[in-house]
């Protein structure tokens, strides 16, 4: 099973509070507070292991899920 390592949202679409709220309605609790940037939210679900990938994959509307690949990285 794949796992989400941070969703990351369009600050020109999402503000802080609506965030937020996404995040709660889908049942995703952030480790840390959010990280701004000049273009993003970013919303940290669990700490990234460094041992495995990761892949983006845009949801829709200014959403971004950072998740987790399930095979370990070429040493």
Same mark, same amino acid.
């Given at each position: 099973?794949? =796992?989400?390592?941070?969703?990351? *949202?369009? !600050?020109?679409?999402?503000?802080?509070?609506?965030?937020?709220?996404?995040?709660?309605? #889908? !049942?995703?609790?952030?480790? =840390?507070?959010? #990280?701004?940037?000049?273009?993003?939210?970013?919303?940290?679900?669990?700490?990234?292991?460094?041992?495995y990938?990761?892949?983006?994959?845009?949801?829709n509307?200014?959403?971004?899920?950072?998740?987790?690949?399930? *095979?370990?990285k070429?040493?």
């Amino acid at each position: 099973m794949s =796992k989400i390592q941070a969703v990351i *949202f369009d !600050k020109l679409i999402w503000s802080n509070k609506e965030a937020q709220l996404w995040l709660n309605q #889908h !049942k995703l609790k952030p480790i =840390k507070g959010v #990280h701004i940037t000049k273009n993003y939210r970013r919303y940290r679900i669990m700490e990234p292991n460094y041992k495995y990938n990761y892949i983006t994959y845009d949801i829709n509307n200014g959403i971004k899920l950072i998740i987790e690949v399930k *095979f370990k990285k070429n040493k």
